[in-house]
């Protein structure tokens, strides 16, 4: 049993489409199954990064109406392990449970305080709440643009009404530029003294060209 009540209110977090930063949309939530040799001992849908024995849950979201139906992105949340990384994705996925069964975060009744509660991690599963979504800032040389969970609207904020009339609530938020690939400088050094270099004039090499590998629009976790 996990039980959400004991976790603090959700804080506001400091080529396919992309959904413009800020935007509101309908997601459906899909847990992903750990990539083979990061399996959690402890819990079969979770993995963990070894180095930090952080456990976190792999999450795909999928818009289900508006403009950007079908669109698909992807997050992972620590779990365990790293206490105010915790904190915040126990926080998160409080709120998740109560967009999804309608409850406000100051609704500490018992019919309420009951719903928060979850089996597994796999209990999170088709749940269908309005999210905020934000663009993942680009790395210079990445080809393309994705989008990332940002945060979730609960009962008691004036968007969720609106989500459940329209669907969606899309801004005019420019889509941030992908900085350009930079190249290596060149090593320092100039020409060797006369008296230190042979009798053939040496050109300089130039310095090699290291381009950012391209981002994938799907995390490394989540390719098979």
């Given at each position: 049993?996990?039980?959400?009540?004991?976790?603090?209110?959700?804080?506001?977090?400091?080529?396919?489409?992309?959904?413009?930063?800020?935007?509101?949309?309908?997601?459906?939530?899909?847990?992903?199954?750990?990539?083979?040799?990061?399996?959690?001992?402890?819990?079969?849908?979770?993995?963990?990064?070894?180095?930090?024995?952080?456990?976190?849950?792999?999450?795909?979201?999928?818009?289900?109406?508006?403009?950007?139906?079908?669109?698909?992105?992807?997050?992972?949340?620590?779990?365990?392990?790293?206490?105010k990384a915790t904190n915040i994705s126990m926080s998160?996925?409080?709120?998740?449970?109560?967009?999804?069964?309608?409850?406000?975060?100051?609704?500490?009744?018992?019919?309420?305080?009951?719903?928060?509660?979850?089996?597994?991690?796999?209990?999170?599963?088709?749940?269908?709440?309005?999210?905020?979504?934000?663009?993942k800032p680009p790395r210079a040389g990445d080809q393309?643009?994705?989008?990332?969970?940002?945060?979730?609207?609960?009962?008691d904020m004036e968007q969720y009404g609106q989500m459940?009339?329209?669907?969606?609530?899309?801004?005019?938020?420019?889509?941030?530029?992908?900085?350009?690939?930079?190249?290596?400088?060149?090593?320092?050094?100039?020409?060797?003294?006369?008296?230190?270099?042979?009798?053939?004039?040496?050109?300089?090499?130039?310095?090699?060209?290291?381009?950012?590998?391209?981002?994938?629009?799907?995390?490394?976790?989540?390719?098979?």
């Amino acid at each position: 049993m996990l039980d959400f009540n004991n976790a603090g209110p959700q804080q506001t977090p400091g080529t396919g489409q992309v959904i413009p930063q800020k935007s509101i949309v309908m997601c459906r939530v899909e847990v992903q199954q750990p990539k083979a040799g990061f399996e959690s001992p402890n819990n079969s849908c979770l993995s963990i990064k070894k180095e930090t024995g952080n456990e976190m849950i792999n999450l795909r979201y999928e818009v289900i109406a508006g403009k950007f139906e079908g669109v698909k992105f992807y997050g992972t949340h620590v779990v365990a392990g790293a206490e105010k990384a915790t904190n915040i994705s126990m926080s998160f996925f409080r709120a998740m449970v109560e967009a999804a069964r309608q409850i406000k975060p100051d609704d500490m009744s018992p019919a309420a305080c009951e719903a928060r509660k979850i089996s597994s991690w796999f209990d999170l599963e088709s749940l269908v709440f309005p999210l905020q979504v934000a663009v993942k800032p680009p790395r210079a040389g990445d080809q393309y643009l994705y989008n990332e969970p940002f945060k979730i609207i609960t009962p008691d904020m004036e968007q969720y009404g609106q989500m459940m009339l329209d669907g969606e609530i899309i801004t005019d938020e420019p889509l941030p530029v992908i900085p350009a690939a930079t190249s290596q400088p060149a090593a320092p050094g100039g020409q060797k003294p006369a008296w230190g270099s042979p009798a053939e004039t040496q050109s300089q090499q130039p310095a090699n060209s290291h381009p950012s590998q391209p981002a994938s629009n799907v995390p490394s976790w989540a390719k098979k």
